[in-house]
T-cell receptor, first 111, second 113 residues
Framework: KAGVTQTPRYLIKTRGQQVTLSCSPISGHRSVSWYQQTPGQGLQFLFEYFSETQRNKGNFPGRFSGRQFSNSRSEMNVSTLELGDSALYLC??????????FGPGTRLTVT | AQSVTQLDSQVPVFEEAPVELRCNYSSSVSVYLFWYVQYPNQGLQLLLKYLSGSTLVESINGFEAEFNKSQTSFHLRKPSVHISDTAEYFCAVSDIYGNKLVFGAGTILRVKS
């Protein structure tokens, strides 16, 4: 099976702009989670989607949002970008045996 | 809520020496435990997991971890490390419904020749 894919791999945006990141899970996996990784805060959970519904949400402001499509692909959106949003954004798809498999990430740089 | 503490931020070790990366967790409910490895500029790779059953779990590349409920620990060990094991290792916990992963701060393993 193909692994989790994320696009784009790298992004450079300016403060105030918005960005959309995409994630395609492993075929058959219906749960997709998003995590933010920064040197200062480490790995933090953003949200999880299952069957197009947000099932869990982390402690992030409303500027961070996401959605899931009927084919389980997911997107996350960050509006009004701030310098502190610079991070590696990781998507993970979860198997029926509770293992989460991560994609390579999208490196977002906000200038 | 769960939390994870990785007691060492960096562990330097010589090639072919044994290594232990320590992980302690805190939770008011039953948990699943995981170790992930991250190589530079890559995502996280699942190394091994504990869901239930035998408290000693092994990976295909020689790592093992032991779940100790009384000490709330899930330390990662390898009897003989290779240069290629140089990476950052993350311990993570989730509730038994497999919801969000809570990660430790990570331990950088540096294997020296």
């Amino acid at each position: 099976k193909a692994g989790v894919t994320q696009t784009p791999r790298y992004l450079i945006k300016t403060r105030g702009q918005q960005v959309t990141l995409s994630c395609s899970p492993i075929s058959g996996h219906r749960s997709v989670s998003w995590y933010q990784q920064t040197p200062g805060q480490g790995l933090q959970f953003l949200f999880e989607y299952f069957s197009e519904t947000q099932r869990n949400k982390g402690n992030f402001p409303g500027r961070f949002s996401g959605r899931q499509f009927s084919n389980s692909r997911s997107e996350m959106n960050v509006s009004t970008l701030e310098l502190g949003d610079s991070a590696l954004y990781l998507c993970a798809s979860r198997s029926s045996s509770y293992e989460q498999y991560f994609g390579p990430g999208t490196r977002l740089t906000v200038t | 809520a769960q939390s994870v503490t990785q007691l060492d931020s960096q562990v330097p070790v010589f090639e072919e020496a044994p290594v232990e990366l320590r992980c302690n967790y805190s939770s008011s409910v039953s948990v699943y435990l995981f170790w992930y490895v991250q190589y530079p500029n890559q995502g996280l790779q699942l190394l091994l997991k504990y869901l239930s059953g035998s408290t000693l779990v092994e990976s295909i590349n020689g790592f093992e971890a032991e779940f100790n409920k009384s000490q709330t620990s899930f330390h990662l060990r390898k009897p003989s490390v290779h240069i290629s094991d140089t990476a950052e290792y993350f311990c993570a916990v989730s509730d038994i419904y497999g919801n969000k992963l809570v990660f430790g701060a990570g331990t950088i393993l540096r294997v020296k020749s």
